[in-house]
T-cell receptor, first 112, second 113 residues
Framework: NAGVTQTPKFQVLKTGQSMTLQCAQD?????MYWYRQDPGMGLRLIYY???????DKGEVPNGYNVSRLNKREFSLRLESAAPSQTSVYFC???????????FGPGTRLLVL | GEDVEQSLFLSVREGDSSVINCTYT??????LYWYKQEPGAGLQLLTY?????DMKQDQRLTVLLNKKDKHLSLRIADTQTGDSAIYFC?????????????FGTGTRLQVTL
């Protein structure tokens, strides 16, 4: 996965609990992304960060916050989890030619 | 906004060629990508094509781009059971500096013996 790591791999939350998903990349590129993947809907962009210190909303930002801690790390926070946030979450960074996004292995989140 | 569409399912026999199709709406897309996702795994980049190209070949993979029809295809020659996965087409949104991608819903490829 070209140097993108995510933790945790799995998480079960109760409605209303909070948690932070961690992502780190070693590709030394400015841009990082958070997506969610739901059955039949492909990947949808939650937030992205074009450079350290900047973040922007994507297609489905409601219920999430992000922090670009430094060039390597981009975290996604759920302040009050809801069952609708049950999904698989992927972080991505850019490397190589073609401005290609490389993905982490994903975090599977279940909100009860 | 951008929209990317794919058929949901394709079944082929082992050894045959697979062709997975994708249509997109953003005529100014600069890069288009194909990703593969195996069960329980993340997305793996297969290949990409720059918009000024019509075709790109990489071993068993051939990508064809028809900009006039906004149509992208991925051909897998001599399809193997290990090719069974979900394949996503994606286009790079124009404008801005963050290289945002718009993904299709994915095509599930089933390879039968």
């Amino acid at each position: 996965n070209a140097g993108v790591t995510q933790t945790p791999k799995f998480q079960v939350l109760k409605t209303g609990q909070s948690m932070t998903l961690q992502c780190a990349q070693d590709m030394n590129h400015n841009s990082m992304y958070w997506y969610r993947q739901d059955p039949g809907m492909g990947l949808r962009l939650i937030y992205y960060s074009a450079s350290e210190g900047t973040t922007d909303k994507g297609e489905v930002p409601n219920g999430y916050n992000v922090s670009r801690l430094n060039k390597r790390e981009f975290s996604l926070r759920l302040e009050s989890a809801a069952p609708s946030q049950t999904s698989v979450y992927f972080c991505a960074g850019i490397a190589g030619a073609g401005e290609t996004q490389y993905f982490g292995p994903g975090t599977r989140l279940l909100v009860l | 906004g951008e929209d990317v569409e794919q058929s949901l399912f394709l079944s082929v026999r082992e050894g045959d060629s697979s062709v997975i199709n994708c249509t997109y709406t953003d005529s100014s897309s600069t890069y288009l990508y194909w990703y593969k996702q195996e069960p329980g795994a993340g997305l793996q980049l297969l290949t990409y094509i720059f918009s000024n190209m019509d075709m790109k070949q990489d071993q068993r993979l051939t990508v064809l781009l028809n900009k006039k029809d906004k149509h992208l295809s991925l051909r897998i020659a001599d399809t193997q059971t290990g090719d069974s996965a979900i394949y996503f087409c994606a286009e790079k949104a124009t404008g801005g500096t963050a290289s945002k991608l718009t993904f299709g819903t994915g095509t599930r490829l089933q390879v039968t013996l």
